[in-house]
T-cell receptor, first 116, second 110 residues
Framework: DGGITQSPKYLFRKEGQNVTLSCEQN?????MYWYRQDPGQGLRLIYY???????QKGDIAEGYSVSREKKESFPLTVTSAQKNPTAFYLC???????????????FGQGTRLTVV | GQSLEQPSEVTAVEGAIVQINCTYQ??????LSWYQQHDGGAPTFLSY????GLEETGRFSSFLSRSDSYGYLLLQELQMKDSASYFC???????????FGSGTKLNVKP
């Protein structure tokens, strides 16, 4: 079955450490996204990528980094510079049909990161 | 920039009809989408309106008025499993970014 896989489901980080969240998709989608969700809040865009080896900052990119070396993979690193990293992180993807971007985004099951 | 506003919480009883509103301010509008998210889960796509009017998909319907910058999601014959958060979303066509509202938590009671 095609889909988006995020791992791990739960992640604990000590203050001052960098951690990397994995996102892999086998949907052959061109665009991938990372969102952060805080309790009772909406989704805020961290980074997005429309093509391999290219990515752009979203609204809350400070303290995060990404790479897009393969079409199917878009890992997110939460660095020690991120002051309040405890949150639920969601990866999403979409693609084009006939040259136009689709309106539907597909999401992974998320990674819950807790700083201890 | 993009701004979407939704009520934070709505409560309804099983079998009833509920409407979740969304007002938006966007620079370039390319349609309004709705997503459902159960606690701790992934958001899943429900519907999309590019043009004014009502789109129906089973028990769920979505409405858009571009002149009013307003849309709503209508859920009929509510079931307990409909208890979830519902998000409206718009897409920035130029940069293909999705923007989401803060979400409406729907509580369905027996």
């Amino acid at each position: 079955d095609g889909g988006i896989t995020q791992s791990p489901k739960y992640l604990f980080r000590k203050e001052g450490q960098n951690v990397t969240l994995s996102c892999e998709q086998n949907l052959n989608h061109d665009a991938m996204y990372w969102y952060r969700q805080d309790p009772g809040q909406g989704l805020r865009l961290i980074y997005y990528s429309q093509i391999v080896n290219d990515f752009q900052k979203g609204d809350i990119a400070e303290g995060y980094s990404v790479s897009r070396e393969k079409k199917e993979s878009f890992p997110l690193t939460v660095t020690s510079a991120q002051k309040n990293p405890t949150a639920f992180y969601l990866c999403a993807s979409t693609t084009r049909t006939g040259g136009a971007w689709n309106t539907e985004a597909f999401f992974g099951q998320g990674t819950r990161l807790t700083v201890v | 920039g993009q701004s979407l506003e939704q009520p934070s919480e709505v409560t309804a009883v099983e079998g009833a009809i509920v409407q979740i509103n969304c007002t938006y301010q966007t620079s370039g509008f390319y349609g309004l989408s709705w997503y459902q998210q159960h606690d701790g889960g992934a958001p899943t796509f429900l519907s999309y309106n590019a043009l004014d009017g009502l789109e129906e998909t089973g028990r769920f319907s979505s409405f858009l008025s571009r002149s009013d910058s307003y849309g709503y999601l209508l859920l009929q014959e509510l079931q307990m499993k409909d208890s979830a958060s519902y998000f409206c979303a718009v897409r920035d066509q130029d940069f293909n970014k999705f923007y989401f509202g803060s979400g409406t938590k729907l509580n369905v009671k027996p």
